[in-house]
């Protein structure tokens, strides 16, 4: 099946800690976006990429950290910098970037404890 | 003001009623417009992607577009509880980021 996978589901860390969240797809679609969601916020764009080995800063980016080597691959590491760090991450995919219409992954809730 | 608005609810209504749901913006510039819809502790999911002003259908679901009031509008029929979500409107112009709607959190009563 075609689609976007985020793992894990649910993860816990301690303050301080860096954390790396997964985002792989096998859509072949070469633009992938990281998004942050709090209760009430909407969504927010950290950083998106348009191809391998690039990527842009979206509106929140400071305290988090991208990289794209792989086409299907663009992880999310939330640092010790980012202040409040517990929500809900969601990643997604499009054809090719903005404004391409951007599919999502099931997200993964991040606490910090 | 804010480019995107979104009433965020929750807005009840009984199994079978139409359901109206609704965004207004302010930039002039958008033209491409979608409906996600987003279950609890889920990713969002396309449901409508339209690009001009008038209406576009898939089954129960009709997308509406009104540029000159800069209002968008998505209609549910026949409504059930499987359609108990929140519903994000999303728009972007040409070449820029997509700009989403906090969503509007619909329960449908059974």
């Known amino acids: 099946d075609g689609g976007i996978t985020q793992s894990p589901k649910y993860l816990f860390r301690k303050e301080g800690q860096n954390v790396t969240l997964s985002c792989e797809q096998n859509l072949n679609h070469d633009a992938m976006y990281w998004y942050r969601q709090d209760p009430g916020q909407g969504l927010r764009l950290i950083y998106y990429s348009q191809i391998v080995n690039d990527f842009q800063k979206g509106d929140i980016a400071e305290g988090y950290s991208v990289s794209r080597e792989k086409k299907e691959s663009f992880p999310l590491t939330v640092t010790s910098a980012q202040k409040n760090p517990t929500a809900f991450y969601l990643c997604?995919?499009?054809?090719?970037?903005?404004?391409?219409?951007?599919?999502f992954g099931p997200g993964t809730r991040l606490t910090v404890l | 003001q804010k480019e995107v608005e979104q009433d965020p609810g929750p807005l009840s209504v009984p199994e079978g009623a139409i359901v109206s749901l609704n965004c207004t913006y302010s930039?002039?510039?958008?033209?491409?417009f979608m409906w996600y819809r987003q279950y609890s502790r889920k990713g969002p999911e396309l449901l409508m992607y339209?690009?001009?002003?008038g209406n576009k259908e898939d089954g129960r679901f009709t997308a509406q577009v009104d540029k000159s009031s800069k209002y968008i509008s998505l209609f549910i029929r026949d409504s059930q509880p499987s359609d108990s979500a929140t519903y994000l409107c999303a728009m972007s112009s040409p070449g820029d980021k997509i700009i989403f709607g906090k969503g509007t959190r619909l329960h449908i009563l059974p």
């Open positions: 997604a995919s499009s054809i090719s970037g903005p404004p391409d219409t951007q599919y």
């Open positions: 339209t690009y001009s002003s």
């Open positions: 930039n002039s510039a958008f033209q491409y």
